[in-house]
């Protein structure tokens, strides 16, 4: 079972920034297309951004030219670096592959943003 590690979370105020790192086990990370998903207090887990194996990149429209996807396929490590952070970008937030393993889920890194 592949075991995920969010961390980078914390409190920040609206425009700022925090680095997402997600560190994964096993040895077919640099295979799969990976993702980072968030959940509100209250709402359902979205889909904020993924990558494939070759680096392209897709992003959720709510995220779309504030936040970048990486990822270091040598190190397992996938990166979420999130700028001009709004109130509504509070949740915590999960990496999984793309479409996401039930059994992936890890547990995750809070991020809230406020004054």
């Known amino acids: 079972q592949v075991q995920l590690v969010e961390s980078g979370g914390g409190l920040v105020q609206p425009g700022g920034s925090l680095r997402l790192s997600c560190a994964a086990s096993g040895s077919i990370f640099s295979g799969y297309v990976m993702g980072w998903y968030r959940q509100a207090p209250g709402k359902q887990r979205e889909y904020v951004a993924r990558?494939?194996?070759?680096?392209?990149?897709y992003y959720a429209d709510s995220v779309k030219g504030r936040f970048t996807i990486s990822r270091d396929n040598a190190k397992n490590l996938v990166y979420l670096q999130m700028n001009s952070l709004r109130p509504e970008d509070t949740a915590v937030y999960y990496c999984n592959r793309f479409p996401p393993s039930v059994l992936a889920w890890g547990q995750g890194t809070q991020v809230t943003v406020s004054s």
């Open positions: 990558i494939t194996s070759g680096g392209t990149t």
